[in-house]
């Protein structure tokens, strides 16, 4: 059971340079979430989504883009890369809100815009 | 907006010395989550409090979360070097969105 899977792990990108971050995961869940996590600091929210076909903005979405045609991908694309954009990203999934629907991380892309 | 304050940012302990986070929401908490992330990892899902005044317990770990379902501590007795690395708590808020917590780093002096 793979879990959520991220690809790629790393990745440096030029300014103005765009790249899609691949998220898939295979537990079925409805929920999943791209966080991003600049160095020694917390969790953003950049997108989530509740199912397929339906997604919603977090806490820092622009200069991100996702779309949810499946239950199992959930990739966040980067059109005009900035150095701003430098940092961690962690796709999520869960099965549902509230109680007993803990958060499921993959592994992380370390992108860095230059 | 609404935020959960986690206190401290760093804490710097010998092994053997015990360790604790602290969490404040400014709003009520549905539940608590509580997340473990090592150096270089990703965070990880240690457990979670419903019910107010919850205490739970994981060997060293003692979770706990407060009556008015604003606060939470996470304490770990005797700290070992398989410790070492950033705790989050994640509450959720009654329209299911989970705010998170700036994490404490747990340093193990050398």
């Known amino acids: 059971n793979a879990g959520v899977t991220q690809t790629p792990k790393f990745r440096i990108l030029k300014i103005g340079q765009s790249m899609t971050l691949q998220c898939t995961q295979d537990?079925?869940?409805?929920?999943m979430y791209w966080y991003r996590q600049d160095p020694g600091m917390g969790l953003k929210l950049i997108y989530y989504?509740?199912?397929?076909?339906?997604?919603d903005k977090g806490e820092v979405p622009n200069g991100y883009n996702v779309s949810r045609s499946t239950t199992e991908d959930f990739p966040l694309r980067l059109e005009l890369a900035a150095p701003s954009q430098t940092s961690v990203y962690f796709c999520?999934?869960?099965?549902?809100?509230?109680?007993?629907?803990?958060?499921?991380f993959g592994n992380g892309t370390r992108l860095t815009v230059t | 907006g609404q935020q959960v304050m986690q206190i401290p940012q760093y804490q710097h302990v010998q092994e053997g010395e015990d360790f604790t986070t602290y969490c404040n929401s400014s709003t009520t908490l549905s539940n608590i989550q509580w997340y473990k992330q090592r150096p270089g990892g990703h965070p990880v899902f240690l457990i979670q409090l419903v019910k107010s005044g919850e205490v739970k317990k994981q060997k060293r770990l003692t979770f706990q979360f407060g009556e008015a379902k604003k606060n939470s501590s996470l304490h770990i007795t005797a700290t070992q070097t398989t410790d070492v690395g950033t705790y989050f708590c994640?509450?959720?808020?009654?329209?299911?969105?989970?705010?998170w917590g700036a994490g404490t780093k747990l340093i193990i002096k050398p």
């Open positions: 994640a509450g959720e808020d009654s329209n299911y969105q989970l705010i």
């Open positions: 537990m079925n869940h409805n929920y």
């Open positions: 999520a999934s869960s099965y549902g809100h509230g109680p007993n629907s803990p958060l499921h």
């Open positions: 989504s509740v199912g397929a076909g339906i997604t």
